[in-house]
């Protein structure tokens, strides 16, 4: 039996393949990229394989399999744009249902958003849009609709966690006091593995949703009290939509385009309408401090299986950034410094693969902030995405303000894509490679390509700066251990 899946590099596609693996199926992930895409290992009777499509391009479904017998519909756009992505999930939704209705599928299961209140925002709007598409398909739909879903990794778990744990005090717009029905990722991965070639599912929607109905305001409480912290919140009613979403993006890890559309959304409530299907699928839904304590308990062991910020949902409106892995050397400025290596080549790649998050960017620490912030500031995603685990890193990934475009260990090489506002385009590389002599040689190169005199001017500016902070930091990528660091090295 054969099991496509969209979005499989998203937060849901990838912890659903790993969770469906030790079915006895065939799984055919389609990936705009397959670099992006991180092997799984094989643990059960389950196999997969990864083809590239594009559902933005109807040419690029050609190639992708007729013979399959379901298919999960787990793509949104909703990050691209705060204008016209619901354009786009329309033509993505019909170059979908295009492709499927030439193949043997017969079920599509499809995850959106409850959509129940009549003044559905523009996001819920288009999801609904994106459900009567895919019903207009030939084979069944399954639609299931979640709210807020809690797990580590997701969007809204990762925004609340930045709120409660770094604002004692909160002054907070008026629509915290609007109600939702969080839901446990693991329940929302129980639903949609469940309800795969069940006869009562087929043709049918359903809500889904954790057992508690709480409002945003008492989310926040109860998440400060599993991490034990005591916060004040003070609603206001004075915080117009478009300042709600600016407060959004600066406090939290969001960006501007996500927060906007966040925002939009949270104005109103998010409950699920009642059913049985938990009862007849067997599921004990979890409830939503329960699925904080789970959530934290993935952070603490490193145990992260995917992130919303390694989505391109968190990155930029250039579109297809992979297409910027070929580092231009016309019309640019270059920073390039070079050391020879004092301590092994593995320390020093380990030492690469854990910049950035917690670890720091090695030197000048502080600079990086402040960047981060004049980045917020002006509707950038700043430097609270920071990264998902400590020490790994994959193509795809977000590495705070940065994006991975390169990471390859065996050819000592890391490209970074900056994401930060810029009147231009910046990259940051490492690599280590022998000289004449044989010698290893980390190699650390900043480029930037102007956009125009602002462009030039930009980068004049901040050539002092670069002396000390890229000065600093090949010095300690290349001595630094983690027994014997300090605060003033990194």
Known sequence: MKILITGTTGYIGKRLLINMLHLPYEFVCVVRDKTRFEPIPLKGTGTYEVIEGDFSDPRSLEKLPKDIDAAYYLMHSMSSSTVDFDILEATIAENFRNYINKSSCKQIIYLSGITNDQGLSKHLKSRKNVEDILKS?????????AGII???????????????????????PKWLRSKCQPIAIRDVLQFLISVLHREDSLGKTFDIGGPD?????????????????????????????RLSSYWLNFVTSTSYKLAVNLVNSMKVDVIAQPNDLAEKLGINLTPYKRAVELAFQKIQQNDITSSWTDAMSSSTNKGNLFKYRKVPTFGCFKDYKEKPLTQSKKKVIEN????????GWYAFNWLWKIRGYMDKLVGGVGLRRGRTLPNEINPGDALDFWRVLIADKKNARMLLFAEMKLPGEAWLEFKIEKNK?????????????????LGRLYWYSVVPLHFFVFSGMIKNLETYSPNNSSDNAI
Do not use: C
């Not at 109905?213 to 939509?241: A, C, D, N, W």
């Not at 690469?352 to 670890?359: T, V």
């Not at 002599?437 to 005199?453: E, M, S, V, W």
């Open 352 to 359: 690469i693969w854990s910049i950035g998050g917690n670890r």
């Open 213 to 241: 109905i709480l409002t945003y305001k008492e989310m926040l409480y109860q998440f400060g009290e599993v991490r034990k912290l005591k916060r004040i919140i003070i609603t206001l009613p004075i915080l117009s939509p």
């Open 437 to 453: 002599n044989g010698i290893d040689i980390l190699k650390q190169t900043a480029t930037f390509r102007p956009h125009g005199i």
């Open 150 to 172: 809690v797990g580590s990794g997701s969007a809204s778990f990762e925004i609340i966690r930045d709120i409660v744990e770094k604002l004692p005090l909160m002054i907070a």
């Open 137 to 145: 398909a030939k084979p069944q739909l399954t639609t299931l609709k």
